[in-house]
């Protein structure tokens, strides 16, 4: 399941989290706090969906100040409604001891597992670009859409996602086979690092391949795992 923890009674925990990132003078990239956390609830939400659940509940983490919560609940609310989900409960705690010269948050989503789709003969596709730092920024349309892989997955198109993180597409791969020596052919850089999941494997049914392709555009590469 990825970072994904079952806590059992078909409840699942996924999180992600960021730091030096966002507003303060000190910080490595700088973005509005509501651009960070729409990025970090991202991460947690595509680890959701990669084992079938959706959102119940939201925890924000936030150790930039209390000025920065309600830049942080803005943020992943857009995440939600450009998704075209209800927005969950959204709770958490801020840090208002002790001030930090970067920003820092995280972002846990408590999720309920669904029944999973039926097993189908699916080819696997890379979609988005491995972006990090400022490349998020500056190059948002090169990043996996969640309002398309929603859509993909509730209309049977995509039957299984996968998102990748820092450790980069050939890493990921071998966690989702299981494989160690595991190798991948890829018009990508499977090394790069994918900062919030710029890039996210889809197995996609044969019989959907040409619909994934006119709905993906031109940021959905077939990826040949080698094991």
Same mark, same amino acid.
């Given at each position: 399941m990825r970072n994904a923890i079952d806590i059992g009674n078909g409840f699942i925990v996924t999180t992600d989290n960021s730091g030096g990132i966002g507003e303060k003078l000190q910080d490595i990239v700088n973005v509005p706090d509501r651009v960070t956390a729409y990025f970090a609830a991202r991460v947690a939400l595509l680890e959701q969906w990669a084992t079938h659940a959706e959102p119940v509940s939201i925890l924000i983490h936030n150790f930039s100040g209390s000025a920065s919560w309600e830049s942080y609940v803005a943020g992943v609310t857009d995440l939600f409604h450009e998704s075209w989900l209800e927005v969950p409960p959204i709770n958490g705690s801020s840090e208002t001891n002790m001030e930090l010269v970067?920003?820092?948050?995280?972002?846990?989503?408590?999720?309920?597992?669904?029944?999973?789709?039926?097993?189908? &003969?699916? =080819?696997?596709?890379?979609?988005?670009?491995?972006?990090?730092?400022?490349?998020?920024?500056?190059? =948002?349309?090169?990043?996996?859409?969640?309002?398309?892989? *929603?859509?993909?997955?509730?209309?049977?198109?995509? *039957?299984? !996602?996968?998102?990748?993180?820092?450790?980069?597409?050939?890493?990921?791969?071998?966690?989702?086979?299981? !494989?160690?020596?595991?190798?991948?052919?890829?018009?990508?850089?499977?090394?790069?690092?994918?900062?919030?999941?710029?890039?996210?494997?889809?197995?996609?049914?044969?019989? &959907?391949?040409?619909?994934?392709?006119?709905?993906?555009? =031109? *940021?959905? &590469?077939?990826?040949?795992?080698?094991?």
């Amino acid at each position: 399941m990825r970072n994904a923890i079952d806590i059992g009674n078909g409840f699942i925990v996924t999180t992600d989290n960021s730091g030096g990132i966002g507003e303060k003078l000190q910080d490595i990239v700088n973005v509005p706090d509501r651009v960070t956390a729409y990025f970090a609830a991202r991460v947690a939400l595509l680890e959701q969906w990669a084992t079938h659940a959706e959102p119940v509940s939201i925890l924000i983490h936030n150790f930039s100040g209390s000025a920065s919560w309600e830049s942080y609940v803005a943020g992943v609310t857009d995440l939600f409604h450009e998704s075209w989900l209800e927005v969950p409960p959204i709770n958490g705690s801020s840090e208002t001891n002790m001030e930090l010269v970067q920003s820092a948050m995280a972002v846990t989503i408590i999720g309920k597992k669904m029944e999973a789709p039926a097993p189908k &003969n699916s =080819v696997w596709f890379t979609y988005g670009t491995p972006l990090v730092g400022d490349e998020v920024r500056t190059r =948002v349309d090169e990043i996996a859409s969640v309002q398309l892989i *929603h859509e993909a997955m509730k209309s049977g198109i995509v *039957h299984q !996602i996968w998102p990748v993180g820092s450790s980069g597409i050939l890493q990921e791969v071998r966690l989702l086979t299981g !494989i160690k020596e595991a190798r991948v052919e890829t018009a990508l850089d499977s090394m790069k690092s994918a900062g919030p999941s710029t890039v996210v494997l889809l197995a996609i049914p044969e019989m &959907n391949i040409e619909e994934a392709k006119a709905l993906f555009g =031109v *940021h959905l &590469n077939k990826l040949m795992m080698i094991t």
